[in-house]
């Protein structure tokens, strides 16, 4: 079956760096679109980065919110999608999601409705 599993997550400081790492297993991870949410408590998930399939030229989207400071990139070959998160500010701590769907015909992958594989999360917290 798909398994997600995410590491990286921690404590940083306000203007510090953490990359989030996920690895994928089970699926034909070059064919899927793969994403990144958030969530605090008492709000919803929201996108963060995604980046779709190598047979739809691994296009990165991000959120407003993150864009210019996040960086999403995978490497086929290992079954590997990273966050890079630079310039962390305190707004940014949450509990970070990797999630997989298949890229063609599953609709936005800006929707975590879209998404049928999760991730358990990491922890980022961000101090000021």
């Given at each position: 079956q798909?398994?997600?599993?995410?590491?990286?997550?921690g404590?940083?400081?306000?203007g510090?760096?953490l990359?989030?790492?996920?690895?994928?297993?089970?699926l034909t991870?070059?064919t899927?679109?793969m994403?990144?949410?958030?969530?605090?408590p008492?709000k919803e998930?929201e996108f963060?980065?995604?980046?779709?399939?190598?047979?739809?030229?691994s296009?990165?989207y991000?959120a407003?919110?993150v864009?210019?400071?996040?960086?999403?990139?995978?490497v086929?070959?290992?079954?590997?999608v990273?966050?890079q998160?630079?310039?962390?500010k305190?707004?940014?701590?949450a509990?970070?999601?990797c999630a997989?769907?298949?890229?063609?015909g599953?609709?936005?992958?800006?929707?975590?409705?879209?998404y049928?594989?999760?991730?358990?999360?990491?922890?980022v917290?961000?101090?000021?």
């Amino acid at each position: 079956q798909v398994q997600l599993a995410e590491s990286g997550g921690g404590l940083v400081q306000a203007g510090g760096s953490l990359r989030l790492s996920c690895a994928a297993s089970g699926l034909t991870f070059s064919t899927y679109t793969m994403g990144w949410f958030r969530q605090t408590p008492g709000k919803e998930r929201e996108f963060v980065a995604g980046i779709t399939a190598i047979t739809r030229s691994s296009v990165s989207y991000y959120a407003d919110s993150v864009k210019g400071r996040f960086t999403i990139s995978r490497v086929n070959a290992e079954n590997l999608v990273y966050l890079q998160m630079n310039s962390l500010k305190p707004e940014d701590t949450a509990v970070y999601y990797c999630a997989a769907k298949v890229s063609a015909g599953t609709g936005s992958l800006y929707r975590d409705s879209n998404y049928p594989y999760w991730g358990q999360g990491t922890q980022v917290t961000v101090s000021s």
